[in-house]
């Protein structure tokens, strides 16, 4: 009897093996066809002229690589799809040596990449050594190898733009349900575009042909809509960019998916939790009171929020949202607390040691939540005869006028860049920091000529810009020193506006928390259901080649916030500035 037992178990422990093995595979064949068909999408002159539906020929193809896993039958499938691309035979075929070159990384050797030599110009970060792995037969890996040769660069009827690339896809927002076929479109039009576009690929945490062949399988299989956008979500939080932000069609959200009339009701009914929130210690804190209460108060811990474990929400956030560095990752959970949506909010707090279960009642509509987020008024004001305060996010250019003929004679001025600048007014301190043109930034760009390659031709920023100079006016430079304060609200234009502190004043310090780290035009991806993903499309560094994404502005001086100056409702950051500003100028 125990050998009986043994023998099962043996034979069920190869059937699970073996089944492992046929979903694993699964994953690679799928990977290896949206790599066949982004090939095809960027470099068959066919498609990137519109010659052909190549959207519609994958959507109506793809089942008929789900019938089988032969290998044989699976490559044959392969030609067949593109065969679609060209009815006459390629001019070149490729050689032995041609191949090599490719599979290799050494494409800068074909004459139609020779370009690529010069290193200084261009930038390759695409490479096409997976045309070489063991799924594809040697008659794939040839037609694909042809593509490759015998590409001409021509107008690209997907792309917009020159130097911020700009995607023209259909979103297929008509469609009522998400069909399989259309979600490996998705998987299959994201992936590409971030293969060849993404400027910052080289910087992700994990390879990003790996990330497909882990994903691949959770989107195909995605049942619904709710799901689809949450494996989507976790899918695309692999590109660690802060600028990788998503939207969707919420009338497709709340209508499908069998959402019942009651949900929909309550919908109507709800709004924002009237508090917001700071994580400390890795622990969540109340920092705002939005409505009279008289249980919570600031510098309540928070454990859980409807049922919702907060340390656990903390730990599986990164899972479904994309963030360049920690401290965007901690800066976009705080916001996410505090954007809480319901009619009804059941929290468990930790208050004077004891821990109480409290129901909220009181909700707030949008705007009074946004404008939580928000300094208030004044944006300026003199701290002391030598110490001015102008809060550059918000500031008006009439009042900046105004307080610019105030300040100009203090000793320092603490400009305040904790968010992101809803005004153009800081376009101005180029020319009031400095009297000399300075270069702020230089960046590459993808060359839509050719995909996976950057465009390196000594593109600068100055920050100087011709409309913005008759608003100077006949202004004097400012001699005195400058304090700017900075935490991981500032992100993209406010990092942007960092970048030109450092260039244009020799007397900057900056005081806080690191920035965000994510900067350069951002762009959107359609995805079929309208569902939006966004990256940033330049890379955007210092002109020495430091990079900023992922890392940030460092502060020369850091201040964390803590829980008696939350309590305190105290701004440690500038208080610190002021302290600097007084005893060490």
């Not at 699970?16 to 949206?34: R, T, Y």
């Not at 860049?417 to 993808?446: C, D, F, H, M, Q």
């Amino acid at each position: 009897m125990k050998k009986i037992s043994f023998i099962i178990i043996i034979l069920f422990s190869i059937t699970f093996k073996i089944n492992a093995q046929e979903i694993e595979i699964d994953s690679i064949k799928l990977a290896g066809l949206c790599k066949v068909w982004g090939l095809a999408k960027n470099y068959s002159n066919s498609v990137i002229r519109k010659k052909i539906d190549w959207d519609n020929i994958l959507i109506k193809k793809y089942p008929e690589f789900e019938k089988s896993n032969d290998f044989n039958n699976y490559n044959q499938q392969i030609l067949d799809l593109l065969n679609y691309l060209q009815k006459q035979k390629y001019k070149k075929e490729v050689t032995q040596k041609e191949f090599d070159l490719i599979i290799n990384n050494q494409i800068k050797e074909l004459d139609n990449f020779s370009f690529l030599k010069d290193t200084l110009k261009y930038k390759n970060r695409i490479s096409f050594s997976w045309i070489n792995d063991e799924i594809f037969t040697d008659s794939v890996k040839n037609v694909l190898c042809n593509i490759i040769i015998n590409y001409k660069p021509q107008k690209n009827k997907y792309l917009k733009g020159k130097i911020v690339v700009k995607h023209k896809e259909n979103d297929f927002l008509e469609l009522d349900s998400i069909s399989e076929p259309y979600r490996i479109l998705g998987i299959f039009r994201y992936w590409n575009i971030i293969n060849y576009y993404f400027p910052y690929k080289h910087l992700m945490d994990k390879k990003w042909d790996s990330v497909l062949v882990e994903h691949i399988n959770s989107i195909k299989n995605a049942n619904n809509y709710t799901n689809y956008i949450k494996e989507f979500r976790r899918f695309e939080s692999n590109i660690n960019d802060s600028h990788g932000f998503y939207n969707y069609s919420t009338y497709k959200y709340y209508n499908t998916d069998n959402k019942t009339n009651d949900t929909q009701e309550s919908l109507k009914k709800s709004g924002y939790i009237p508090y917001n929130f700071k994580i400390v210690n890795k622990t969540v804190i109340i920092s705002k009171v939005l409505t009279d209460s008289t249980c919570i108060k600031l510098g309540d811990t928070v454990l859980a929020i409807n049922n919702i474990d907060l340390k656990n929400y903390i730990k599986t956030y990164s899972e479904y949202n994309s963030s360049s560095t920690l401290q965007s990752t901690k800066m976009n959970i705080e916001y996410s607390l505090s954007r809480f949506y319901n009619s009804i909010f059941n929290l468990k707090i930790k208050n004077n040691n004891d821990t109480i279960n409290y129901t909220e009642n009181k909700i707030v509509d949008y705007n009074t939540k946004t404008e939580s987020f928000y300094r208030k008024p004044p944006f300026h004001y003199s701290v002391n005869d030598s110490i001015g305060y102008i809060e550059l996010t918000q500031i008006k250019l009439k009042e900046f006028n105004k307080t610019w003929k105030e300040f100009k004679n203090k000793k320092t001025i603490i400009f305040d860049l904790r968010g992101y600048p809803e005004t153009p007014v800081w376009l101005l301190l180029p020319y009031l920091l400095n009297k000399n043109r300075k270069i702020i930034a230089e960046y590459y760009y993808p060359d839509k000529k050719y995909p996976g390659i950057f465009i390196n031709d000594k593109k600068i920023s100055t920050a100087r810009l011709w409309f913005v100079k008759p608003f100077v006016g006949l202004k004097k430079k400012y001699n005195g020193k400058t304090i700017v304060l900075i935490n991981a609200d500032a992100i993209s234009q406010s990092e942007t506006a960092c970048m030109m502190f450092k260039a244009y004043s020799d007397k900057v310090t900056f005081i806080g928390e690191p920035t965000s780290g994510a900067n350069g035009d951002v762009v959107k991806i359609d995805i079929p259901g309208g569902i939006y993903f966004y990256y940033s499309s330049i890379d955007w560094h210092f002109p020495n080649g430091e990079q900023l994404q992922r890392k940030g502005i460092i502060p020369d001086i850091k201040v964390k916030q803590d829980v008696e100056s939350i309590i305190n409702n105290e701004d440690k950051i500038l208080k610190m500035a002021i302290e600097y500003a007084t005893t060490k100028y």
